[in-house]
């Protein structure tokens, strides 16, 4: 499976995104997708994951701002980002793996390279 992360750029506060992650290759239906990210001197962290039957899981930090959806006909899945905050910037990236609702990086098999996301105050 190949994915690439698109729609990072710089913010201002308050701000939303949506960012498109598009898989190519294998069955993309089967895989439960993932979106995590990394601040400068940070370690990567766990965002959201949706599985195969669309159940959802969220970071505490993003609930109620961030919501992950897939469609298995494009074969994309999607982050929307809204009330950014100036902690949201990162490189965001999104994953394909077969465990249902993990936050582990772990448990994700393929990764994209990730997109910029920078949001000032």
């Known amino acids: 499976v190949l994915l690439e992360e698109s729609g990072g750029g710089l913010v201002q506060a308050g701000a939303s995104l949506r960012l498109p992650c598009a898989a190519s290759?294998?069955?993309?239906?089967?895989?439960?997708m993932g979106w995590f990210r990394q601040g400068p001197g940070k370690e990567r962290e766990f965002v959201a994951s949706i599985n195969w039957v669309r159940e959802t899981n969220y970071a505490d930090s993003v609930k109620g701002r961030f919501a992950i959806s897939r469609d298995n006909v494009y074969n994309t899945v999607y982050l929307q980002m809204n009330s950014l905050k100036p902690e949201d910037t990162a490189v965001y990236f999104c994953?394909?793996?077969?465990?249902?609702?993990?936050?582990?990086?772990?448990?994700?098999?393929?990764w994209g390279r990730g997109t910029q996301v920078t949001v000032s105050s």
């Open positions: 290759g294998r069955t993309f239906s089967s895989f439960a």
């Open positions: 994953a394909a793996g077969t465990y249902s609702d993990s936050s582990n990086a772990l448990d994700y098999t393929y």
